[in-house]
């Protein structure tokens, strides 16, 4: 059995510019459906939504790091802008849940256990923990260079991903 449809394209503002979509689907638009719940309930359900968007970003980051995920899966600010926007004209909920999802990002990122991030102080707290004394000034002064220099790839990697994705190279 085979069907003929005739699309017809449509015009709309991309990042790359002014561009032809199809918008093709099967069967009528999904519904969409607001929930409400208690305050209890609620928050109940939040920090439920929230555990589960630090362990997928655990999972994505060690994904990455093994290879089994691409390193284009990092953004920096453009793409926060663009989607900052993009969640913003859809309305308050989806812009709320857009900074919410940053915020997790940013907070799990921030657990890494890098020296310049409060992740590695907790790593010298459980050394010192263990050890009974505190790191070497030495030391310390390595980790810190390596954590800068690893979060300085980081950046480097999510700004390149970005002006690769709005120039078309992705």
Do not use: C
């Amino acid at each position: 059995m085979s069907v003929e449809l005739s699309p017809t394209p449509r015009l709309v503002d991309d990042v790359s510019g002014r561009i032809a979509r199809l918008e093709i689907g099967v069967g009528a638009a999904p519904e969409t459906v607001s929930v409400s719940y208690g305050p209890i309930d609620g928050l109940w359900r939040g920090l439920q939504q929230s555990w589960d968007m630090a362990v997928t970003t655990v999972k994505l980051i060690g994904r990455i790091l093994i290879g089994e995920a691409s390193v284009k899966n990092f953004s920096g600010p453009l793409t926060i802008a663009d989607y900052g926007d993009r969640s913003a004209q859809a309305g308050l909920s989806p812009f709320l849940y857009f900074l919410a999802s940053i915020s997790m990002g940013l907070a799990v990122l921030n657990l890494l256990p890098l020296p310049m991030l409060d992740g590695g102080h907790l790593m010298y707290y459980l050394f010192e923990g263990i050890s009974g004394r505190p790191l070497s000034e030495w030391w310390q002064q390595q980790l810190q260079r390596a954590g800068l220099l690893i979060l300085m790839l980081m950046m480097a990697l999510a700004l390149s991903n970005d002006v690769a994705r709005y120039a078309g190279w992705h």
